[in-house]
């Protein structure tokens, strides 16, 4: 997949290929981690699961439902018709097990289309019943919050108007209101190869984004920082789950899936599970309790008393072992060096090139250790990835305040010039003396 980026936060432009492992290298305030972010919004914006839109669905019609009957019962009186009106309201509505008002199912794929017609028609009698109502203006507040109802409703999952929705929101979420970028002039924008861009205007502007069906990738997996690991009861609630860490969480707790026979990858499963157990000497496993553990020497460890490098591996290896990555599913790591110890950084970087290669998980990752990224290069020479190993530099403008992403992947020395201006450095204070 190739991913253009033009006035995008920091970065001024990028043109980055997605192909096996991507690493964007650079210092700190470089836009490495804008990419990661453009691209979670993308794939999670455009991939809409069932339980995320009928959990939103579903919170939508209960609130609304809930503000038509505290408007209607609220409304104080004004002569002995109100009273009549409002008496049968609650003997039709409230008081009927089978009213939208009482309810307590959910709104499922299966039902909607029945869903939709029951509550349509529970609200046009209301309208109906409260037309003879003296108070002007509940009147007008109960016709704006039933055609409300009835113009979101029927809303589709499949529908463009949702697609362009949780995109939006997805964006919202990762950028705030600065996706734009605040010192460069100019169209500010993301392509997706050519066929589909994302214009960010006044509001945004959709090419391409009618249909999900030619789309490169079914989900993301975004890690940020194994400190972001915690319990599941943090993230049980979080039905919509737009926020990388409790969407990394829920995927952490999904249950293991069963390998059999023509479970293709359940050997090379088992080697890159084997390999992360040699190094951290243990394993994590989620218990009776739903508890997640770290499990050594047949001894249960709590999360908070595991080290955060031995949490970085075990990340990949739940994730790994429950089947959540695969090769529709893009990871993007942001910085995984910054917890481990360099010979661990190295190790580190053999389980992603073997992780993209023998599982052929894309893989999009940004660094800024000279160990970790020259490990990454020569284990993808080692295990010839080369060709589908990528490395892009971020590197400031002149002016300070923007960015820009190059190809370096025919050469590196940019980025291993950059990331070492420490040790020239500390080697000038030293010849002080």
């Known amino acids: 997949m190739k991913l253009k980026l033009q ?22 305030d470089s836009g490495k981690s804008t990419v990661g972010k453009v691209l979670y919004a993308l794939i999670r914006g455009v991939n809409i699961d069932e339980e995320r839109f009928y959990s939103s669905k579903n919170e939508f019609i209960r609130k609304r439902i809930r503000d038509v009957r505290n408007l209607l019962l609220r409304t104080k009186s004004s002569n002995e018709n109100d009273d009549i009106i409002k008496e049968k309201f609650v003997s039709l509505f409230l008081d009927s097990d089978q009213s939208v008002f009482t309810s307590r199912n ?5 039902d909607e289309i029945e869903f939709v017609k029951i509550t349509i028609d529970e609200l046009d009698k209301i309208k109906e019943l409260f037309q003879d109502f003296s108070n ?14 009835k113009n979101r409703i029927e809303i589709t999952i499949d529908s463009k108007d949702v697609l362009h929705y949780e995109l ?12 734009q970028s605040k010192f460069k002039s100019g169209d500010s924008f993301v392509q997706i190869e050519d066929d589909k861009k ?3 205007k006044d509001t945004l502007h959709f090419e391409g984004f009618d249909t999900l069906s030619t789309f490169h990738y079914d989900d993301v997996i975004y890690i940020e920082s194994p400190l972001k690991l915690h319990e599941n009861s943090f993230v049980l609630f979080d039905k919509i789950l737009r926020n990388k860490s409790n969407y990394l969480n829920h995927k952490i707790y999904q249950p293991k899936k069963e390998q059999d026979i023509f479970s293709d990858t ?80 190295v190790k580190y970087a ?33 295990y010839n990835y080369e060709s589908s190993t990528n490395f892009y530099f971020a590197e400031k403008n002149e002016d300070g305040l923007s ?18 201006e420490a040790f020239y450095t500390i080697q000038d204070i030293n010849d002080e003396d």
């Open 136 to 149: 002007e203006s509940t009147k007008n507040q109960l016709e704006i919050l039933i055609e409300d109802i």
């Open 168 to 179: 939006e929101e997805f964006f919202e979420k990762e950028f705030g209101n600065q996706i």
């Open 7 to 28: 006035n995008i936060g920091i970065i001024e432009e990028a043109d980055v290929t997605i192909d096996g492992i991507t690493l964007i290298a650079g210092q700190n």
């Open 403 to 420: 960015a820009k992403i190059t190809d370096v992947t025919k050469n590196i020395s940019p980025i291993l010039s950059s990331i070492s």
């Open 106 to 110: 959910s709104i499922i794929r299966a």
């Open 198 to 200: 994302i214009a960010f």
């Open 266 to 345: 359940s050997d090379k499963t088992k080697k890159l599970n084997q390999l992360i157990f040699e190094i951290i000497n243990g394993a994590f496993n989620i218990n009776s309790n739903g508890e997640l553990k770290f499990k050594k020497q047949e001894i249960d460890f709590d999360l908070s008393n595991v080290a955060t490098g031995i949490k970085s591996f075990g990340i990949l290896q739940m994730l790994i072992e429950n089947d959540s990555l695969n090769s529709n599913t893009l990871l993007f790591l942001d910085e995984p060096e910054v917890h481990l110890h360099p010979t661990w950084q």
């Open 350 to 382: 053999e389980i992603l090139v073997l992780l993209s290669k023998e599982l052929a998980i894309p893989i999009v990752l940004t660094s800024h250790s000279p160990y970790f990224i020259e490990a990454l290069e020569a284990y993808s020479k080692k």
